[in-house]
């Protein structure tokens, strides 16, 4: 059974930091494209970043988390991370992590994937709270 489960969410200061943890069991992440969406309330889901199947990791990120996210796959335990720096309010929303076998070529060709239509697998989500 394909699933994907996302964990590390919580409550943090502003200027905090957290790390995302997405976690795949019934299929090989390693050929999958992997983004995480976030959605607000009242908001529409939107997509935050993304890393290519492609041995050389190609990332992408959104305008809005450039130069305070980053994302990074660890193959061996199945996973992919998000590591969430200099938190602002206007950060908090549910984190979805998704997979797809979006080609890397299409990826170079559109700055990434952020569609969530593109992806067929998700996890269940992660709240992540930016608060003082």
């Known amino acids: 059974q394909v699933q994907l489960v996302e964990s590390g969410g919580g409550l943090v200061q502003p200027g905090g930091s957290l790390r995302l943890s997405c976690a795949a069991s019934?299929?090989?992440?390693?050929?999958?494209?992997i983004a995480w969406f976030r959605q607000a309330p009242g908001k529409e889901r939107e997509g935050v970043s993304c890393i290519s199947s492609s041995s050389e990791r190609a990332t992408y990120y959104a305008d809005s988390v450039k130069g305070r996210f980053t994302i990074s796959r660890d193959n061996a335990k199945n996973t992919v991370y998000l590591q969430m720096n200099s938190l602002k309010p206007e950060d908090t929303a549910v984190y979805y992590c998704a997979a797809d076998s979006i080609s890397p070529r299409q990826l170079d060709m559109y700055g990434g994937s952020w569609y969530d239509y593109e992806y067929a697998y998700w996890g269940q989500g992660t709240q992540v709270t930016v608060s003082s």
């Open positions: 019934g299929f090989t992440l390693d050929y999958y494209t």
